[in-house]
């Protein structure tokens, strides 16, 4: 059986994703990897190369190693895949920042950097028959970058975590096209900042109802992020500005995260 795989071929017809990128003949990229193409004629044996077709009509001669069935790519085992659109999508990330806790001013020493950020995937993949993932992840370093239409859409509903991204005052690379993202962020700020604000702080106050029913007590953190997530929706509905710093309410929100304040008082 391991023998028929070593020597099995795609016939032509078959659509197939390249592993690495696709150069023509003016020795520049015609293809990122990533891409999807259609071979339109198969060697007879692996140290041959297929003819590979493109959506734009490019063709390109492309080795058995280097390519992927289209449908095993997408059915599973993906990690691999996943991987390599990622490595492929990296450098068309337009901006990225810091959110969390460093945005907040209420990191300690052993807080996390939470990168996020947006990016914009090239034309002919977008198009391919494979299309683009709404969004790269990587849980090793906390990152995570949508895809430029999703980031928009999500904006458009108030999504706090892609509002912070828009306010976070720590931002570590912004291209023009970042740079024009920014500068109309104040149109994302509406009246479904209410209904989606609201809906986190509901979300995290079920966490601290899930500490007390599973622990007998609440985890102070969760109480700190309750707090924080009502002082910040209240201020942005009043203001109409997003202030992702805690300013002025830092030690009281530490003092809670600490444990020290009882919940009563937290809670008033």
Not at 255 to 268: L, M, Q, R
Request: hydrophobic fraction near 40%; glycine fraction near 8%; charged fraction near 25%.
């Amino acid at each position: 059986m391991n023998d028929f795989h070593e020597r099995l071929i795609f016939p032509a017809g078959t659509q197939v994703v390249a592993q690495k990128d696709v150069f023509s003949n003016e020795d520049r990229i015609a293809h990122p990897a990533g891409a999807v193409g259609i071979i339109v004629r198969s060697p007879l044996d692996r140290t041959h190369a297929y003819r590979v077709k493109f959506a734009d009509g490019f063709e390109a001669a492309i080795h058995h190693e280097q390519l992927r069935c289209l449908a095993e790519f997408k059915a599973g085992p993906v990690q691999a895949g996943e991987q390599l659109m990622q490595d492929s999508l990296q450098g068309n990330i337009i901006f990225r920042c810091v959110i969390g806790s460093q945005a907040y001013g209420l990191e300690g020493a052993n807080s996390d950097t939470d990168r996020r950020g947006v990016y914009l995937p090239p034309a002919d993949l977008q198009w391919s028959l494979y299309g683009v993932p709404e969004q790269l992840e990587d849980d090793a370093t906390q990152e995570v970058y949508w895809e430029l239409q999703k980031f928009l859409v999500l904006a458009l509903k108030a999504n706090p975590n892609v509002l912070e991204c828009l306010y976070t005052p720590l931002v570590e690379k912004c291209t023009s096209l970042g740079e024009e993202l920014l500068g109309m962020r104040e149109a994302f700020l509406s009246e479904l900042v209410f209904q989606t604000f609201s809906g986190c702080v509901a979300s995290q106050f079920k966490k601290m109802q899930t500490d007390i029913r599973n622990h007998g007590q609440v985890k102070w953190k969760h109480v700190m992020h309750f707090i924080r997530l009502l002082l910040s929706g209240i201020h942005v509905l009043k203001s109409e500005k997003l202030e992702l710093n805690t300013g002025a309410n830092r030690d009281r929100l530490l003092y809670i995260k600490s444990g020290e304040t009882p919940f009563e008082v937290a809670d008033n």
